[in-house]
């Protein structure tokens, strides 16, 4: 089992930046996918991003592509969410999940294993 802390969430006006941080501990981090996704007040957690086990694909949602970017550094166990050019739809619960050898393919929330508890992003227009 994987254990995912997220990191990075705040307050921040419209058209602002926020980094995202998941740190893994428990497994061999390299082994597996990343994905973020995020729930608003009300609504269905969302698939955000994702990138896969080896770092060289990712996957974003049509809502976010271009303003978002995912990355890893497997050495620190780590995966960043830059988030640009935020939006008050962006205002949500941001949780990050782990799938073994997962690919860039993989947005079901369904397939991830392991969760963090999550952070929050706040978007103020």
């Known amino acids: 089992q994987v254990q995912l802390a997220e990191s990075g969430g705040g307050l921040v006006q419209a058209g602002g930046s926020l980094r995202l941080s998941c740190v893994a501990s428990?497994?061999?981090?390299?082994?597996?996918?990343v994905g973020w996704f995020r729930q608003a007040p009300g609504k269905e957690r969302e698939f955000v991003s994702v990138?896969?086990?080896?770092?060289?694909?990712?996957n974003y949602a049509d809502s976010v592509k271009g303003r978002f970017t995912i990355s890893r550094d497997n050495a620190k166990s780590t995966v960043y969410l830059q988030m640009n050019s935020l939006k008050p739809e962006d205002t949500a619960v941001y949780y990050c999940?782990?799938?073994?050898?997962?690919?860039?393919?993989?947005?079901?929330?369904?397939?991830?294993?392991?969760w963090g508890q999550g952070t929050q992003v706040t978007v103020s227009s």
């Open positions: 999940a782990t799938r073994y050898f997962g690919s860039a393919y993989n947005t079901d929330e369904r397939v991830f294993g392991s």
């Open positions: 428990g497994r061999t981090f390299s082994n597996y996918a």
């Open positions: 990138i896969n086990y080896t770092g060289g694909s990712t």
